[in-house]
């Protein structure tokens, strides 16, 4: 059993079907990475996703539920109306809460990252927290979209992140402190919590030739030759 997401995703190269799956992920982001298939000519559009306390479970009732629909018995693509996967996701997702006795923890990034990144930070954006589940650590990242508030939650894609069973604050402070040591460019390349065009403005000024990317390379290089020689001036295998 995890906690993850289950999802309803639609691409207007195919108006009749609906795609049904499962991420650790925000599905948002999901979407994104099935949107950058070759085979893809338009991008996926999340209708609809829960939060589970098993997405294993609650994919499978659905891909039960709509097995008549099913397009292809090993692809997740079904001739199903959008409210029926809706209202059926709904139902589940009540049956299958987050386990609200799990421990969940929270730390604000908020203060720390509209300071550390004021003049990049998207303005709409009124909290960043990050939150700490049971085998799940995630963003929660709150915005104004007119006069309502929309939160979408994205798993950093950290090789260091920690996710153990069982939370604690020791772990959630690590946590934090690593995406507090992150520059702008890190940023960029993990979360949407900048403009379109700052995004692009730093990657431009990052990724110029004899920039700051191309200059962390001279220095890792010049780090592992100088790593090198020691070990052979000093005979070490």
Known sequence: MSIGFVYVLLNPAFP???????SRVESQKRAKELSRQTGVPHDFIVLYDEMVGDNEEVERL???????????????????????????????ATRFPANPSDPVLHADLMEYLSSRFSEYLDPNITDICLVQLPDICYLEVTRLAGKKKHTTREQPPLWDIETPATPTFAVLEANAT?????????????AN???????????????????????????????????????EELDIP
């Open 62 to 92: 659905m891909h039960e539920r709509f097995a008549d629909d099913r397009i292809t018995r090993n692809k997740e693509f079904f001739y199903t109306k959008p409210k029926d996967a809706i209202r059926a996701l709904r139902e589940f």
């Open 16 to 22: 009749r079907q609906i795609k049904i799956g499962r």
């Open 178 to 190: 690593k995406l507090k040591s992150l520059n702008e460019y890190d940023w960029i390349m993990i």
């Open 193 to 231: 919590l900048f403009p379109g065009d700052i995004a692009q403005r730093i990657a431009d000024e990052w990724e110029r030739p004899a920039g700051t990317v191309d200059k962390l390379r001279v220095n890792a290089e010049e780090r592992r030759r100088t790593r090198k020689t020691s070990k």
